[in-house]
Every structure is written in C-alpha cells, then in structure tokens.
Nanobody, 126 residues
Framework: QVQLVESGGGLVQAGDSLGLSCAAS????????MGWFRQAPGKEREFVAA?????????SYADSVKGRFTISRDNAKNTVYLRMNSLKPEDTAVYYC??????????????????WGQGTQVTVSS
C-alpha cells in the first residue's frame, strides 16, 4: 500500500506557472505508474497526465494540457511532479495524484489507479 500527499496548489493568474508535488510513502514507489487527475466543481474527475513506472518513463497527457504541462518523477525522493505552464482559468480544479500498481506504460483511466491523494486546489484567475 502507498499513501500519497499532494502539495503546491494555490491561486495564480492566467499565464502563470505552478508546480505540484506528490510525495509517496513506502519503499515501493518505483513499482507504481503514476498519474495526475483533476476535478472541477460540478464536473467529473478527468485525466491530466501519467508517467510509467519503468526506466525510460513514457508519459501521456490530456489534449487540453499537452504542451503546457509536464509530468516527471524522482524515485529516489518517492515523488511525482506536475509542472504547469501557461495556466488558464479552465485549469481551475482540485488536482489529485494517483498510483497504479499493475500494468506497463501509462493509463488515463481512473479505475486503474488503486491509490489516491487528498488533492490540492489550483485556482487560476483571469
């Protein structure tokens, strides 16, 4: 089992950048593929970005964030990151990191992620 704690959210203006971190407990972090999801008020949780667990670290992104967001991981620090550039008001949401214990590559399906953090609020003002 792994516990996840997100940090780095806040209030920024459109066009600004923000970095999120997700710290994982335990010694098996490297065995998990990781993902970031977000949920805006009144909307369903949606995929943002994912990174594989294996060396080479394949990544995938939602079309809405491609070219603006970057996911990365540091297994020595048990941490996954989400760098967000050129933020837009529509990026406003609670951002969650999640761990996927099975399968190779990346996944955009929330049902494939077994562990979730509590979330961190990102608000982008226009």
């Amino acid at each position: 089992q792994v516990q996840l704690v997100e940090s780095g959210g806040g209030l920024v203006q459109a066009g600004d950048s923000l970095g999120l971190s997700c710290a994982a407990s335990g010694r098996t972090f490297s065995r998990y593929a990781m993902g970031w999801f977000r949920q805006a008020p009144g909307k369903e949780r949606e995929f943002v970005a994912a990174i594989s667990r294996s060396a080479g670290y394949s990544t995938s992104y939602a079309d809405s964030v491609k070219g603006r967001f970057t996911i990365s991981r540091d297994n020595a620090k048990n941490t996954v990151y989400l760098r967000m550039n050129s933020l837009k008001p529509e990026d406003t949401a609670v951002y969650y990191c999640a761990a996927r214990p099975m399968g190779d590559g990346t996944s955009s399906y929330p049902s494939e992620y077994a562990y979730w953090g509590q979330g961190t609020q990102v608000t982008v003002s226009s």
